[in-house]
Structures are given as C-alpha cells and as structure tokens.
C-alpha cells in the first residue's frame, strides 16, 4: 500500500471498514486523497476533488471550462464544429464525436436514462443541442453510461 499516513490512521481506516455503517469505497477515497495531497499540495487535491465531482453523472457541481480542461488529458476528448453542435439533435453529435455508434443506440440509451449533458440526464430523445448548452461557448461533456464520458470542443 503507498500512503504516508501514520500507522495508527491506517489502523483506524482498517477498523472503520469493519462497522456495519461503512459506506463502501471511503478507505480507498481516504489513501487517494493522501497520495494525491502529498503528490500534488493542498490546492492539486481540491482540484482533483473538484473535477472528479464535477465527472460525476448527475452531480450538482456546476461545471466550468478549467475544470473540464483540467481533466482533458485525462479523459477521451475531441473537437467539433459549432454547426455540428449548436442546433443540431444530440443524437446526432453523439455520434459524430464517436460516443457510440449510431443514433438509434443513442436514443436507446437516452430511453434508458444513460445519456448526459453536462451532467444532466437527458429525457427527450430529440433532444437539441442550444447555444446555452456550451460551457463557456466551447466545450460539452458528454456521457453514455457512467464511466464513458467525452469532453467536445466546439471550435467557431
């Protein structure tokens, strides 16, 4: 295990895993946090803490262009045209940012309610993608599930 905790917070992170209230995943979230302090200060953790919030399918984060650029390394990405985006069915730019492969599995998936825009679920299948929907007038984050995301730049 890497970590720079003292023994006795260890052992304590140890315990708590053993009580019935235990909420699952809170000792790695706690040694990742640690790594990533000591890695990156104080203001790197924050950052860290504030993106993968942010990356977090239905979270209430309001996302922003340095957050999302902060994790564009980190997840896929690709560049659009704004008449690729704005105004066009969100089936449509799914498809042409490569999130799956045609429109008829995007709408399944958005039946499904597995498709987001900037974090927020998609209900209409003919869904249209507005000016007011680009962050900053440049980017969206899109997803197909919970693990699969892409961060679009529109270019003008």
Avoid: W
Wanted: hydrophobic content about 45%.
């Amino acid at each position: 295990m890497l970590t720079f905790l003292p023994l006795e917070e260890i052992a304590a992170i140890e315990a708590s895993m053993k009580q019935p209230d235990y909420v699952p995943n809170t000792a790695q979230k706690q040694l990742a946090e640690a790594v990533t302090r000591f890695v990156h200060g104080e203001e790197g953790l924050a950052q860290a803490l504030k993106t993968t919030e942010a990356l977090r399918p239905g979270a209430a984060t309001a996302l922003d262009a340095a957050t999302l650029e902060a994790i564009a390394g980190d997840a896929p990405s690709c560049s659009l045209a704004a008449s690729q985006v704005s105004g066009v069915p969100l089936t449509d730019v799914m498809v042409a940012a490569g999130m799956l492969k045609s429109k008829g599995e995007v709408r399944r998936l958005i039946k499904g309610g597995g498709v987001y825009l900037n974090n927020v679920k998609v209900l209409d299948e003919h869904q249209v993608v507005q000016p007011a929907d680009l962050i900053e007038k440049r980017l969206l984050l899109l997803a197909a599930g919970k693990k699969n995301k892409m961060l679009v730049r529109v270019s003008q």
